[in-house]
């Protein structure tokens, strides 16, 4: 019975994974039996029956139908500036959009991860074409819309178009998701102002680019659209449901070595010195030896990082492992590598820690979707996580840089010990993600930002 049993938990937590989508925009870290998780719909339509009516509702989206829509990323990777691309790829082609793909920077080698989304694409009906030659040129004189997504996807237009970009520059419109201000450069965003308009995913980050756009080069930015993103409807769908997320829990758990009861830290976002994984590490150590000097009585707590490349070590993340063993915290922090299955993870940890540096995150989508799954969040005071956390109810948030590393240990510690606070703000952030952080509320922004830019290119091409 116990064997049995054993099974069919390890056949719910495949079909489970098989389910998920390329929906994150974040990268995280995954063992080995996840890696071969692909699509998959039979886990949705056996768990969550859709009403007719929710079936034959209007999407805002709808008016895209037929529309011919180049989307040109500066790269296919992991990270989430390609992935969200990926999603409003397959947004527009749910409606019957023509959509056409283009990546200008690949690698020289065959790359899985490459054929993998380019693939992904190619099934939902993306097509998927060179970043150069006269293709690319006519697909972008026929498109209705263009959009480039990221400031480094600048470097596309002189250098395919050359002549043709003024013809092109008024159906632009520019998706910005960078926070760092290398990125303000001439030779990439020259051409910003003359679009038509601009895409950023929060306030904090529109602010930063108006201001430094005109402090920096002496030019003013386009119209501007601040679109906060919104989780998909297969996330939520896994979020939702409790035998999913138990199954999740405790296989992901088993994995790490981690208790059901024990008590876990999560933090996911690729492994960089900008994402703050050293100062969480930091706070981590400094929370359990405050823990062990007021003798407070909590369960045992881990850590693990998600988002690490176990492929190529880098100096920074060599520098993470080795603090670990300084500290003797082996057996209390783990390091998972990179994958595009992000639920088994959140499912597993009680807390997520958001400690994205310097100016924080552009959005910080991983946010939303641990408050999809009733977690209180761990956040910097900073970028657009000050638009998702509301201090004090759905998280609590310290400052960026090492002056944040004893307030996040005061916060972990708060979180350890007060377990009515932690479900409480769980159950808040929940509540914000159903108010103002789905799909459907993505797609309505969305919808009237790509109106506008629409009529802008219409009115521009009768003068």
């Known amino acids: ?75 296919l990777s992991l990270s989430g500036g390609p992935l969200l ?40 009906g993306v097509q998927v074409i060179s ?62 102002p003359f679009v038509a308009g601009a895409m950023i995913d929060s306030h904090a980050t529109a602010g930063y680019w108006k201001n430094r756009t005109q402090a920096r080069l002496g030019i003013k930015m386009p119209k501007t659209y601040v679109v906060h993103l919104g989780n998909s409807k297969e996330l939520m769908e896994v979020a939702e449901d409790s035998v999913a997320k138990r199954v999740l829990r405790e296989h992901v758990r088993e994995s790490l070595g981690v208790r059901n009861e024990d008590l876990l830290f999560g933090i996911i976002n690729s492994v960089s010195r900008g994402k703050g994984q050293d100062l969480f590490l930091r706070a981590f150590h400094e929370s359990l030896e405050r823990i062990k000097e007021k003798k407070l009585q909590v369960p045992t707590m881990h850590a693990v990082v998600v988002g690490s490349d176990m492929s190529k070590q880098t100096k920074f993340e060599t520098e993470l492992r080795n603090f670990v063993r300084e500290k003797k915290l082996e057996n209390f922090v783990h390091f998972v590598n990179k994958t595009l299955t992000v639920a088994p993870y959140i499912a597993a940890i009680d807390v997520l820690v958001q400690n994205s540096q310097a100016r924080g995150e552009c959005f910080g989508r991983i946010t939303i979707e641990a408050m999809a799954f009733k977690l209180p969040v761990l956040g910097t005071a900073a970028g657009g996580t000050m638009e998702i956390v509301v201090n004090g109810t759905t998280g609590l948030l310290h400052s960026a840089g090492k002056e944040g590393v004893i307030p996040l240990a005061k916060n972990i510690v708060k979180l350890a010990t007060q377990v009515e606070l932690r479900l409480r703000m769980g159950k808040n952030g929940y509540e914000r993600v159903k108010e103002m952080f789905l799909e459907h509320h993505m797609s309505h922004r969305i919808a009237s930002v790509l109106k506008e830019v629409l009529q802008h290119a219409k009115a521009r091409a009768l003068r």
Not at 54 to 63: G, I, M, V, W, Y
Not at 141 to 159: C, P, Q, R
Request: aromatic share 8%; proline share 2%.
């Open 85 to 124: 691309l990926m999603e409003l790829a397959f947004l527009l082609r749910g409606v019957g959009a023509d959509v056409v793909w283009i990546t200008n920077q690949k690698p020289l080698e065959d790359d899985e991860v490459v054929y993998s989304l380019e693939h992904k694409m190619l099934d939902r």
């Open 131 to 192: 970043a150069k030659g006269q293709k690319a040129v006519d697909t972008s004189l026929k498109a209705d819309l263009i959009v480039l997504n990221t400031a480094v996807a600048g470097k596309w237009l002189d250098a395919v178009l050359k002549e043709n970009v003024v013809k092109v520059l008024p159906k632009i419109l520019w998706w910005i998701h960078e926070m760092r201000g290398h990125y303000f450069n001439a030779d990439l965003v020259k051409h910003l």
């Open 1 to 75: 019975m116990v064997k049995a049993s054993t099974m069919q938990r390890k056949r719910w937590a495949l079909m489970v994974l098989l389910f998920l989508s390329v929906s994150t925009v974040c990268v995280i870290l995954v063992r080995s039996s996840f890696e071969s998780c692909s699509i998959s719909s039979q886990f949705v339509e056996e768990k969550n029956g859709e009403s007719s009516a929710a079936k034959f509702q209007s999407n805002p989206l709808d008016f895209m139908k037929s529309k011919l829509v180049l989307l040109v990323s500066h790269e």
